[in-house]
């Protein structure tokens, strides 16, 4: 018999598609790979998030040997179109259920929530151990976003996995400490030793001098020498609060001192276009996606950054993209709960604000502090940059996936 392998990536992003959900995970491979494990890929193939017109279906990049699977891909903007995507991925993966049994451990991803099924199974089947990352947590996630109700069969589905999955996991990984909180108090089959606490991270690109050149001219027209701009970048769907902002943005209105950067996706994006045409919100600007240069270059003019949560999604998800704004050495505004990390982070070290979701009023205050105290907003960002290198750089954070691998596998 062959010998097994290391370690497989069960996700169904992966490079080289741009979003975190993408990176993040093969970030954690080439680590590994550095590290001296034998790692492979099991994901689906890419579409949505692709710069490449043509990608195999096998290749090994980086040491990581990666097999794509084809399955249905919907658009994502309705639930329907998300469930499909989901259990087309899923159903793809399980007929290759035993690419698993060549693996000593399978990390497995929460989206899409049903995955972690197949590793349960392969870790029965085939004595395989396995870690199951936390990103998102499900079904709660689902029912505060009123994406699905808490009697529907797909949220039951999801009870049954998740069953299934903390009874036979080795390791949950969850992202803050807040999420840790929440797996141990609603998911009773889990110890305390059984949650490994890691926070994604974001590369570090250094600073960038604020005078170097824009690279894109579409830049230029936003940035003036004594104006805020207050950037938010990302997904702004389901899980993000888009109310307080608006509402604050609102108050700005006709003050150009402060002008708002949007670039991203989700159905709220399109949501908030509307409102700007209808109440001709002149002082904001929106922008697709950005990756690459046009990113550095929005990062670049941007004099501080918005994160947020959904009301009542604190622990149970955490917005990847604050970690990009901490490297970039900015202010960071928190619209999310009090007691999360990025919360304490951004407090306890004078490198930001936070606020609960509806408290417009104290987002227009911590925004006008940062307008007409440049000084502030310097040393707060510096901070902020400090908070990263300590805590959120990639070679930091993958450590501890490798720390950790190597526990799990002289086991």
Known sequence: MN????????????????????????????????????VGALSGYPKEYNLNEEV????IYKGVEIRRLKYMQLKRS???GRLINYFSFTFSVALRINELRKYRVVIVYSNPPVLPLVAAIASRLFNT??????????????????????????????KIVNKSVFKHVNKVVALSNEMKKYLLNHRSKLSEEQIEVIPN???????????????????????????????YFGNMGICQDLDTLVDAIRQFKGDS??????????????????IVEKEKLDNVTIFDFLH?????????????????????????AVPSKTYSYMMAGKPVIAIMGKDSDIAKDLTENNAGYAVEVGESLKL????????????????????????FLKQYTKEHCTKQYVNMMQKILED
């Not at 195999?56 to 290749?59: D, F, H, K």
């Not at 440049?374 to 908070?387: A, H, L, V």
């Open 3 to 38: 010998k097994k392998k290391d370690v497989l990536f069960l996700c169904q992003y992966f490079y080289p598609e741009y979003v975190s959900s993408a990176t993040l995970p093969f970030d954690t491979a080439e680590a590994l790979k550095k590290a001296g494990f034998s």
């Open 56 to 59: 195999p279906l096998r290749e």
């Open 78 to 80: 309705n639930i329907i």
């Open 129 to 158: 151990k396995f870690v199951f990352v936390s990103y998102d947590i499900y079904p709660e996630m689902a029912h505060i976003t009123n994406s699905i109700s808490e009697d529907s069969i797909i949220s039951k589905m999801m």
């Open 201 to 231: 991270w974001y590369e570090d690109k250094g600073i960038i001098d604020a005078k170097s050149p824009l690279k894109n001219k579409m830049f230029r027209s936003i940035k003036e020498d004594d104006n805020l701009i207050v950037s």
């Open 257 to 274: 001192k402060v002008q708002f950067l949007f670039a991203g996706h989700g159905y709220k994006m399109e949501t908030l276009k509307k």
């Open 292 to 316: 690459g240069h046009d990113f550095q270059d929005a990062l670049n003019i941007s004099d501080c950054f918005i994160v947020s949560l959904a009301k009542g999604l604190t622990g149970l």
């Open 364 to 387: 227009v205050n911590a925004i006008k502090e940062l307008r007409d105290d440049k000084e502030k907003c310097e040393s707060m960002g510096e901070n902020c940059r400090d908070i």
